[in-house]
């Protein structure tokens, strides 16, 4: 529903990008409406009612035409490939546009949500590292099990003995308070050995 809404608060801009979501959840929305209009119209006040399912059509045909070419402008094109039929529809099953383009930023990354963490990630944040975490990685050499060692400058074999040593002592302290259990030290201490 909140697609459903945030087209008709865009109500005539043509402007931007709309996601692949949001153009197909606004059509299904609209679509089910509409048949709930006119049916109930047409059951409340019969052959008159029709004009109230009509006034609706009216009111988002704005809004359905702007997340038309605002989803054209996702996929790179003009606007004004809405007008043919069948490259229309298959432009807008297309995904978006990689990156910012011409009419804006993707909304893909504009409008991402945070990602709901699992238990494991919330007991266990450092098997999970965010893009920070993997920038500082790269500039402060430190070994973790989902460090891409190709990507880390190991400066010495010092430096790499130092950051094994205090991996393992990482993962000794997450046994020690009972964050992970025996098994799952064993193969966190294996691959940390492995890695190194």
């Not at 931007?16 to 409340?44: D, K, P, Y």
């Not at 009111?59 to 490939?81: E, F, K, N, Q, Y």
């Not at 040593?165 to 691959?191: G, N, P, S, V």
């Amino acid at each position: 529903m909140e697609w459903y809404l945030s087209a008709l608060k865009k109500y005539a801009e043509f402007n931007g990008r709309s996601r692949r979501t949001e153009f197909w959840m606004f059509q299904l929305i609209n679509l089910l409406v509409s048949f709930v209009v006119g049916f109930l119209s047409g059951v409340l006040f019969g052959e008159s009612g029709l004009i109230l399912a009509n006034l609706y059509s009216l009111a988002v045909l704005l809004p359905t035409i702007a997340v038309g070419v605002r989803r054209m402008h996702d996929t790179g094109r003009s606007g004004w490939w809405i007008l043919l039929p069948i490259a229309n529809i298959v432009f807008w099953a297309e995904d978006s546009q990689l990156g910012d383009n011409k009419y804006g930023p993707n909304p893909k990354v504009v409008a991402s949500a945070p990602v709901e963490t699992s238990s494991l990630q919330r007991t266990h944040p450092h098997l999970f590292p965010t893009v920070s975490s993997v920038v500082a990685s790269v500039q402060e050499p430190m070994l973790s099990p989902t460090t891409n060692l190709t990507a880390v400058p190991i400066l010495s074999s010092q430096t790499a003995k130092s950051s094994l040593e205090i991996e393992l002592e990482k993962a000794a302290k997450l046994l020690e308070d009972q964050l992970i259990d025996e098994e799952e030290y064993r193969t966190l201490k294996k691959k940390i050995i492995e890695r190194s």
